[in-house]
């Protein structure tokens, strides 16, 4: 199950209140954040956006302060061919999907943006390397069902080749762009709008060989709220890679999910408020939301 955080014992509610003389400033004049000791509290908009429109974000550590309008929602794997019934998958990805609206709603009303990472690769597999073509296609390792933490989805075992292969009953070729399996599930399809970013990955992460990082850089976003499957496979990888970018990355833990052992969901978690970046969840998204510009 998802990582359960005691909302009582978390950080408490950030504020917008004046900086402090004890302030720090972590980074350059040119990209830092400050941290509020007294609140215990980082501020993540490096001066780029006025009180009034800053978006106050609880975490499972220190509360932040955000820009709305640099921050992006990352909605990754989604998908048909994780998600879907007629592949037989259980229902824990799409139990997500109620979450991830939510948070599409409340960011958009911020003044946010939406990112859909899928997977949708060419359909020769056209410069993709062995040691991704083979996560997709040894019976040994296949299992992409989306489940909760701790249930291991085996299904199926040896029906699919690798991507391109033709699924069953007619249901297309596997994960290749504008294909059915690669398609966004039809539990989030009202959530999609024009506006919205669309980038076809064919990595693990969402970064490399991809338009991602220069469709952020060129929309001025600095701050990254992670959610989708699995949460250590996809979703660490693109967070990882994010962090290591420069974004400012935060996980929304109950609205990611992993078919692998119990703990790999946890562990992701644990680093990533650790160390790497910030746990929220969406009821918190929404809180800082509504509260904005109050």
């Known amino acids: 199950m998802p990582h359960e955080v005691d909302i009582d014992a978390a950080a408490p509610p950030p504020t917008t209140s ?11 004049d040119e990209n830092h954040w400050l941290y509020h000791p007294s609140s215990q509290t980082y501020d993540l908009t490096r001066q780029r956006c006025p009180p009034s429109a800053t978006l106050a974000l609880r975490t499972t550590t220190q509360s932040l302060l955000l820009a709305p ?18 592949l037989g998958r259980g229902d824990g990805g799409r139990n997500l999907s109620p979450g991830i609206a939510r948070a599409c709603k409340a960011v958009r009303k911020a003044g946010g943006i939406v990112v859909w990472i899928n997977w949708g690769v060419p359909a020769n597999c056209d410069g993709m390397p ?16 989306a489940d909760a933490d701790g249930k291991e989805g ?4 040896g029906v699919y080749t690798g991507f391109g292969s033709e699924l069953p009953d007619g249901l297309g070729k596997l994960l290749v762009k504008d294909t059915w399996s690669a398609d966004v599930h ?11 970013i669309l ?44 962090m290591n970018l420069g974004f400012d990355v935060i996980m929304l833990d109950d609205c990611c999910a992993t078919t692998s052992p119990i703990g790999h969901h946890s562990a992701c978690v644990d680093n990533a408020e650790s160390f790497m ?13 509504a509260k904005l510009g109050a």
């Open 18 to 28: 004046k900086v402090a003389s004890d302030t720090l400033k972590i980074g350059t």
């Open 69 to 86: 309008r640099r921050t992006a929602l990352v909605v990754i794997d989604m998908q048909n061919f994780f998600l879907s019934e007629k």
């Open 130 to 145: 062995p040691i991704i073509l083979r996560s997709f296609s040894l019976p040994t390792t296949f299992s992409v069902q």
């Open 154 to 157: 085996k299904a199926n075992p």
């Open 186 to 196: 039809d539990s989030l399809k009202p959530e999609m709008l024009p506006e919205d």
């Open 199 to 242: 980038i076809d990955k064919y990595r693990i992460s969402g970064f490399p060989g991809t338009r991602l990082e220069d469709t952020l850089r060129s929309r001025g976003i600095d701050t990254l709220i992670f959610t989708g499957v699995n949460t250590d496979q996809c979703v660490m990888s693109s967070f990882i890679d994010a």
């Open 277 to 289: 970046g910030f746990v929220s969840n969406v009821e918190w998204v929404e809180e800082g939301v």
